[in-house]
């Protein structure tokens, strides 16, 4: 096993039941999805304050390090400790974050559920990606993964009022987060993905949650080449996807999908050939 900070786990209850009345003026006990603010301390200076299911908190405060680009791996991190009684989790570094103050000066307010806070210029270091584009996958992988996203039990179908993305291999889910806000469950995913020792390259990323730039963005710096997504995509989310080489599909449900992006990856099953048909009488006779 590869280097993994100290760590509490300390999950929240993902539901919890009030009552609620239906039509007829009945009282039905019904599941909603749990909202708690988690104010990140990183050695000891705050930084922000997620609005988040909690499901994950850990992950989401290293993921949410990783994604703003404050932290460059793992092993700056020394421990990761969530207490609920004062909502906060702090988070203490080897050697500190180098330049906070420049990094931190600048927040751009993003199109994220709630309200989602981006560091730092959006577009910088854009151009020092480089996705893996030797990976290939096909439509009855697309299918496959499309398949286990709605057999997926989910927080979604008991309570409705979340975002849900996956990582997987393939047709196979590595991993899926649940969030109150999509930007949260995709650094839960980045932050898994370093704990895990988890590589990118060969993966897809799957999220209920439109495409925006920010989120392919965040799928290109985990070295994700393949981003794809039940909902539509933002104009800036194609115009930032082209510009990395990134593959992205909307509107992706059963055996239905858009490919907007990247075609070179998906592999297209060759047309079936129609069956050779008898000659009509009389034709194919002097």
């Not at 996203?149 to 849900?164: D, F, N, P, T, W």
Request: hydrophobic share 45%; with cysteine; net charge negative.
């Amino acid at each position: 096993m590869g280097y993994k900070p100290l760590l509490t786990h300390h999950a929240r209850p993902a539901t919890y039941t009030v009552e609620a009345r239906d039509e007829t003026g009945a009282l039905v006990p019904t599941p909603i999805a749990g909202e708690h603010p988690l104010t990140l301390y990183v050695d000891k200076r705050e930084l922000v304050t997620l609005m988040t299911l909690g499901a994950a908190p850990e992950a989401l405060a290293i993921g949410f390090l990783r994604n703003q680009r404050l932290v460059d791996s793992i092993e700056e991190i020394v421990s990761v400790q969530v207490d609920w009684e004062v909502n906060a989790v702090a988070v203490t570094t080897r050697n500190g974050l180098v330049d906070l103050d420049r990094k931190t000066e600048k927040r751009t307010a993003t199109t994220g559920c709630g309200q989602g806070t981006v560091f730092g210029d959006l577009m910088a270091d854009i151009e020092s990606i480089h996705l893996d584009d030797a990976m290939r996958f096909d439509e009855a992988t697309l299918f496959g993964l499309l398949n286990a996203m709605r057999l997926h039990e989910s927080i979604y179908k008991q309570a409705g009022a979340v975002h849900g993305c996956a990582l997987a291999k393939g047709s196979e889910v590595l991993t899926f987060v649940e969030d109150v806000g999509r930007h949260n469950a995709v650094d839960a995913i980045a932050g898994w993905m370093w704990l895990e020792g988890i590589d990118g390259a060969d993966k897809i990323f799957y999220t209920t949650g439109r495409l925006t730039s920010e989120m392919v963005i965040k799928a290109a710096q985990m070295g994700i080449p393949v981003l794809v997504s039940r909902s539509g995509l933002t104009k800036m989310g194609h115009e930032v996807a082209t510009r990395v080489g990134i593959t992205m599909i909307g509107r992706a449900v059963g055996k239905h999908y858009l490919l907007f992006t990247g075609a070179q990856r998906l592999v297209k099953a060759p047309p079936a050939h129609a069956p050779l048909q008898a000659p009509a009488v009389g034709e194919g006779h002097a």
